[in-house]
C-alpha cells in the first residue's frame, strides 16, 4: 500500500504563484509514476501532469502547458505542482497519484486526500 498527502493548497490570486507538494509513504517499490489531477467544481476530475521517476520526460494537458511544472525529490519521496500565471479556471480540488505500470497498463494506483486551490478574479 502506498500513502500520498498533499499540501500547499490555499487561495492566490490571478497571476501569482502556488506550488503542491505530495509525499508519498508506504511500499513505494515499482510505484514510479507520479502525476496531478483537478477537479473543478461541477466538473469530471481531469490530469494535470504526470512524471516518472529517474526520467526526464513529463506529460502536461493543454490547459496548464507552459504555466505549470511537475518535478519529484527522490530523496523525500515527494513530488512538486509548481503553478505559475495562476488563472480563476484553475480553481479547484488538486490530487496527486501514483502508480505501478507494467508494459502500458496500470497495475496499481494511488490518489490523495486532495488539496483545495481557489484562484480570485
Known amino acids: 500500500q502506498v500513502q500520498l498527502v498533499e499540501s500547499g493548497g490555499g487561495l492566490v490570486q490571478t497571476g501569482e504563484s502556488l506550488t503542491l507538494s505530495c509525499l508519498a509513504s508506504?511500499?513505494?517499490?515499482?510505484?514510479?509514476?507520479r502525476g496531478w489531477y483537478r477537479q473543478a467544481p461541477g466538473k469530471e476530475r481531469d490530469f494535470i501532469a504526470s512524471?516518472?521517476?529517474?526520467?526526464?520526460?513529463?506529460t502536461y494537458s493543454d490547459s496548464i502547458t507552459g504555466r505549470f511544472t511537475i518535478s519529484i525529490d527522490n530523496s523525500k519521496n515527494t513530488h512538486y505542482l509548481q503553478m505559475t500565471n495562476m488563472k480563476p479556471e484553475d480553481t479547484g480540488v488538486y490530487y496527486c497519484?501514483?502508480?505501478?505500470?507494467?508494459?502500458?497498463?496500470?497495475?496499481?494506483?494511488?490518489w490523495g486526500q486532495g488539496t483545495l486551490v481557489t484562484v480570485s478574479r
Open positions: 508506504g511500499s513505494l517499490g515499482g510505484v514510479d509514476i
Open positions: 497519484t501514483a502508480r505501478r505500470e507494467y508494459r502500458g497498463s496500470t497495475m496499481e494506483e494511488y
Open positions: 512524471t516518472k521517476l529517474h526520467w526526464d520526460l513529463s
